[in-house]
């Protein structure tokens, strides 16, 4: 998406419906060109008929880290032969927290691997998640 205003550009755009005959929390996702479902689990009253919210936000930090240390590997003909990561979302009472664990693979020597790890620390989801957003709400008419 390329869209932009004065120097702002549209990096993404989503839309979400939940409809009250539908099970009870399940929201129907769109992404692109993609259709989603999102649900809560049973203990928060849902169906688990797809991820939770949170679940989507762990997921779009995993796709962005996974690709982000893909891509600067080929950029640096590193032999980086695969890579995953492992990330848990953490609430407690003052703040949330996400821990994050890379699993590189390939004989990346310990200076290439710390690289991948500052890396994986400034990809763009990373820094829009520890930076925070704006989020400004409009009320449709009718």
Same mark, same amino acid.
């Given at each position: 998406?390329?869209?932009?205003?004065?120097?702002?550009?549209?990096?993404?755009?989503? !839309?979400?419906?939940?409809?009250?005959? $539908?099970?009870?929390?399940?929201?129907?996702?769109?992404?692109?060109?993609?259709?989603?479902?999102? $649900?809560?689990?049973?203990?928060?009253?849902?169906?688990?008929?797809?991820?939770?919210?949170?679940?989507?936000?762990?997921?779009?930090?995993?796709?962005?880290?996974?690709?982000?240390?893909?891509?600067? %590997?080929?950029?640096?003909?590193?032999?980086?032969?695969?890579?995953?990561?492992?990330?848990?979302?953490?609430? $407690?009472? %003052?703040?949330?927290?996400?821990?994050?664990?890379?699993?590189?693979?390939?004989?990346?020597?310990?200076?290439?691997?710390?690289?991948?790890?500052?890396?994986?620390?400034?990809?763009?989801? !990373?820094? %829009?998640?520890?930076?925070?957003?704006?989020?400004?709400?409009?009320?449709?008419?009718?």
């Amino acid at each position: 998406m390329s869209e932009s205003k004065g120097g702002t550009r549209l990096v993404a755009r989503a !839309t979400g419906k939940v409809q009250l005959a $539908d099970a009870k929390y399940r929201a129907t996702l769109r992404t692109g060109h993609h259709d989603l479902i999102a $649900d809560e689990g049973p203990h928060e009253g849902g169906a688990d008929a797809g991820p939770t919210p949170f679940g989507y936000v762990l997921a779009g930090l995993a796709a962005c880290t996974t690709i982000t240390l893909r891509m600067y %590997a080929e950029r640096k003909n590193w032999p980086l032969t695969a890579v995953s990561v492992e990330l848990e979302y953490y609430r $407690d009472d %003052a703040a949330f927290r996400i821990e994050r664990m890379l699993h590189l693979g390939g004989p990346l020597d310990a200076e290439q691997r710390a690289r991948m790890a500052d890396i994986a620390e400034r990809t763009p989801v !990373t820094l %829009a998640l520890k930076t925070g957003n704006t989020i400004n709400t409009k009320l449709a008419d009718g």
